[in-house]
């Protein structure tokens, strides 16, 4: 199946700093989503991003799907930004299946003041 | 804004015994998923259905599982004799069409003792 790697695993920031995180993939997508964990567990969409860039507050994400990768961008990091972001991406190739979403290990974020 | 919900937040259950975790997905959906993520772990895909039939399922949807949608607005996985391992959050997801964004609910946090 397809592979989604995250980078980097873990990333310590001061609040106020600039942040970028990386997503590969192994195959051609048709859907590719970013996701932020809360501390309480509960999965928060970001972008469906599966070609182009979206900016959102303080928040973008830019996929390039020729080159199989997504970008998520976080400015002016705040404490509340900390929590596991995932990236998750459905396969071209499911045919006439659903089209799951295989997700990353995550990126967790913590932001210190 | 249209949001999935699901109840309840937390079961707690003994091994052995059988749970139901419930979800009401975006009404105009048509697509509908669940997911688990054991804790600590990446969240991971169970089943997918569609047109009142299972469209694709993972290797851990083994036969203790099942779906259903017993009307038109509910969608259901009950797990028939829980082992401690199915110990995890699990996420129950829609989407318009398959390829589309999904929209998480906020899961349900399932302990097994």
């Known amino acids: 199946g397809i592979q989604v790697e995250q980078s980097p695993p873990d990333l310590i920031l001061q609040e106020g700093a600039n942040s970028t995180l990386r997503c590969n993939f192994s195959d051609s997508v048709n859907n590719l989503q970013w996701f932020h964990q809360n501390p309480w567990g509960q999965l928060i969409n970001l972008f469906y991003i599966p070609s182009g860039t979206k900016q959102n507050g303080r928040l973008s994400a830019t996929t390039v799907a020729t080159e199989r990768y997504s970008l998520l961008y976080i400015s002016s990091s705040q404490t509340t930004d900390s929590g596991v972001y995932f990236c998750a991406v459905a396969a071209v190739y499911s045919g006439a299946g659903s089209y799951q979403l295989t997700f990353g290990k995550g990126t967790k974020l913590s932001v210190i003041p | 804004e249209p949001e999935v919900t699901q109840t309840p937040s937390h079961q707690v259950t003994q091994m052995g015994q059988e749970v139901i975790l419930r979800c009401v997905p975006i009404s105009n959906h048509l697509y509908f998923y669940w997911y688990r993520q054991i804790l600590g772990q990446k969240v991971e895909f169970l089943v997918s259905f569609y047109n009142n039939e299972i469209s694709e399922k993972s290797e851990i949807f083994d036969d203790q599982f099942s779906v259903e949608r017993p009307d038109g607005s509910n969608f259901t996985l009950k797990i028939r004799s829980t082992k401690l391992e199915d110990s995890a959050m699990y996420f129950c997801?829609?989407?318009?069409?398959?390829?589309?964004?999904?929209?998480f609910g906020p899961g349900t946090r399932l302990t097994v003792l």
């Open positions: 997801a829609s989407s318009e069409t398959r390829g589309n964004e999904q929209f």
